[in-house]
């Protein structure tokens, strides 16, 4: 069996993606609240995959681009009516108790401005672990719990072998699960479908969309 018939083989399968490729089978997906991004990225933030976030320094407008988002899968109660909920986000609320977690974010998240946005902060658990590895296994006893929708962590140094520990555990929890870390890891390897490179405009936030499995990759700015 020669090698270039083994490697046909292989890449036949199915969970092998190439950068080439769109992923157009169904997925799940909850709507960004950004029209034009949903067009790029196959209709919202994928569920049961893991997205990454990278930038240069916090507060750049990374939390402003997924709380609409946010705010539909977490409303509080004098906003709930104000939202417009799809299929899918209808049948991940109606399945799970509808909670979200903060590990290790940079700052202590300011609840009055979360609640601004329409979000039920109250369904907001924010962790704050002593190190890398302890917020590495709070995210993964998060996802595989069954209790969270929507899981977000911050890590200044993760290496390959920990992000795919979390894939696995998207791929259990089947929510909406982030990570934001420097933008020097950039260039490293990463199992996430979705990875997008955030910078801050004059008024707006810019995305450069690095991979993108349900779409084209390239730039494009959202005001948050």
Not at 8 to 21: G, Y
Not at 52 to 71: N, S
Not at 146 to 151: D, Q, S, Y
């Amino acid at each position: 069996m020669s090698r270039e018939y083994r490697l046909k083989q292989l890449l036949q399968n199915p969970h092998i993606w190439r950068s080439e490729q769109f992923c157009l089978s169904d997925h799940q997906a909850c709507a960004t609240g950004f029209a034009a991004l949903d067009q790029w990225i196959g209709g919202g933030w994928p569920l049961g995959v893991l997205t990454e976030f990278l930038l240069d320094a916090p507060g750049i407008g990374e939390l402003g681009l997924v709380m609409p988002a946010m705010a539909r899968l977490y409303p509080s109660l004098l906003h709930q009516d104000q939202f417009h909920l799809d299929k899918t986000v209808l049948q991940v609320a109606a399945s799970k108790p509808g909670w979200a977690a903060f590990i290790a974010p940079p700052h202590v998240p300011y609840a009055p401005a979360l609640a601004g946005h329409g979000l039920d902060v109250s369904r907001l658990l924010v962790v704050d672990p002593h190190s890398s590895a302890d917020a590495l296994w709070v995210m993964e006893q998060a996802l595989r719990s069954g209790i969270f929708t929507g899981v977000f962590g911050w890590f200044t140094d993760i290496d390959t072998y920990a992000l795919r520990r979390l894939q696995l555990a998207a791929e259990a929890g089947m929510c909406w699960v982030s990570i934001y870390r420097p933008t020097r890891f950039a260039s490293s390897l990463s199992p996430a479908a979705l990875r997008i490179h955030i910078e801050p405009g004059k008024g707006d936030t810019l995305l450069h969309i690095l991979r993108n499995r349900y779409g084209p990759v390239g730039s494009l700015s959202v005001r948050c």
